[in-house]
């Protein structure tokens, strides 16, 4: 499963130059964990870290303009960091698995006179086969629309290398999602499949309460309309029996519910149902509450057993019982940890209970400085947490403070 070992943002929003993790240009750093949580005070960066990744998959999906204004983004002006010289910069450093060679990617988004925004710079590299040190070479490189790409899976030398030139009409739209979609350029393709995979969530509780035609759905979707489709998969695919030892799991975890199921009404609607203990009657989605509902989202998006490779999440703990945000933690991180499912999460938090059940290299503190942007740091890399965090919880340590460097 493919794993993102480091990204820099440069001059989005808050963040005007921020490196989580080992990028090349900066390959002092370690690669990223499987669980990356982010923190900090309100204002510090981190919906806008949340929506810089969005912001790369959209444009793949929907060009550099369109996205621009997606997600309640309002133009390139907006996003750019105030003041600021050059253009949007995204920098990622990944691995297709475990024992490939790292792939690193640059974009580079720039606007005309008009603001219109437009595709300035964008390059793929890689070392060549057989190398662990030296330099990465581009297997695409691409300014302005106009420059080239290497074939084949891997590049042997450049004297060897099957290049081919490449001249975009269309600066709008990233290049990897025009060449990757040609067999003849397999790691473009394997890149942008990868992106195009990540599962952002945007999970609306009163979405979830809508009532979807009853079908069976494989994969929750961002916003979670179709949670009840979802369960009625898992229902028929897993069997009665094995579906219920799942159920069971998932209403230990959720104090009161005895069992969760799906329901067609003769409308042909489906409705998900909610046995609670101490009454005859079910309870439907509906009459949940938010925090209930949002935890049997994520609980069951962590059953699936196809998930995306890469999974924000934006403040989980919203709506959610403190007690039950060590419970979710513990869930997100037994499933990219300890059953080694290869899936990697991006979490933002306000919550130091969520934080308690994590470790330091695994928790990112954003701070805003004078200058009104924002620095990054690992919690493993400041004095004496490491240490502290074997005695005390690191959520605690958040709450008190010791995680705050000014």
């Known amino acids: 499963m493919p794993i993102i070992e480091g990204i820099r943002i440069k001059n989005y929003g808050v963040l005007k130059d921020v490196t989580f993790g080992y990028v090349l240009s900066n390959t002092s750093g370690k690669p990223l964990t499987s669980l990356v949580t982010i923190i900090g005070k309100n204002g510090t960066g981190k919906s806008t870290f949340f929506d810089a990744m969005g912001f790369v998959a959209d444009c793949l999906r929907l060009g550099v303009e369109q996205s621009c204004y997606e997600n309640g983004r309002r133009g390139f002006g907006s996003l750019k960091s105030k003041d600021t010289e050059g253009p949007i910069e995204f920098e990622i450093t990944y691995r297709e698995n475990q024992n490939s060679r790292p792939i690193t990617y640059n974009l580079a988004i720039s606007s005309d006179r008009f603001e219109h925004p437009y595709i300035e710079y964008e390059r793929l590299r890689q070392r060549r086969a057989g190398e662990k040190y030296g330099n990465s070479y581009s297997f695409l490189n691409i300014k302005n629309g106009k420059g080239e790409a290497w074939t084949g899976e891997m590049l042997e030398g450049v004297e060897d290398a099957k290049s081919t030139p490449v001249n975009l009409s269309d600066l709008n739209m990233p290049a990897i999602t025009t060449l990757g979609a040609l067999k003849e350029h397999p790691r473009i393709t394997k890149f942008r499949n990868f992106i195009q995979g990540w599962y952002l969530s945007y999970f609306s509780p009163s979405e979830a309460r809508d009532l979807p035609l009853a079908g069976p759905q494989k994969h929750l979707n961002k916003t979670g309309s179709n949670l009840s489709n ?26 009161g519910i005895s069992n969760i199921y799906t329901k067609k009404m003769d409308d042909g609607r489906l409705l998900l149902c909610f046995e609670e203990k101490g009454f005859t009657n079910p309870h439907y989605v509906q009459k ?119």
């Not at 028929?236 to 998932?250: A, E, H, Y």
């Open 230 to 255: 979802v369960i009625q998969y898992m229902e028929q695919l897993k069997g009665k029996r094995q579906m219920q030892v799942i159920l069971n799991s998932i209403s230990k975890k959720i104090p």
């Open 288 to 406: 949940m509450s938010d925090g209930t509902i949002k935890l049997v989202a994520y609980l069951v998006m962590l059953e699936d057993s196809e998930m995306a490779p890469l999974i924000c999440l934006e403040e989980p703990e919203n709506g959610l019982y403190h007690n039950l945000l060590t419970i979710l933690a513990t869930e997100l991180r037994r499933k990219v940890i300890e059953t080694k499912s290869k899936n990697q999460m991006f979490i933002t938090t306000h919550s130091p209970f969520f934080v308690n059940a994590l470790s330091p290299d695994e928790v990112w503190i954003l701070e805003k400085q004078q200058d009104g942007f924002s620095t990054v740091i690992r919690a493993s890399e400041m004095p004496y947490i490491e240490n502290l965090a074997k005695e005390v919880p690191l959520g605690d340590l958040w709450y008190s403070e010791y995680l705050e460097r000014g």
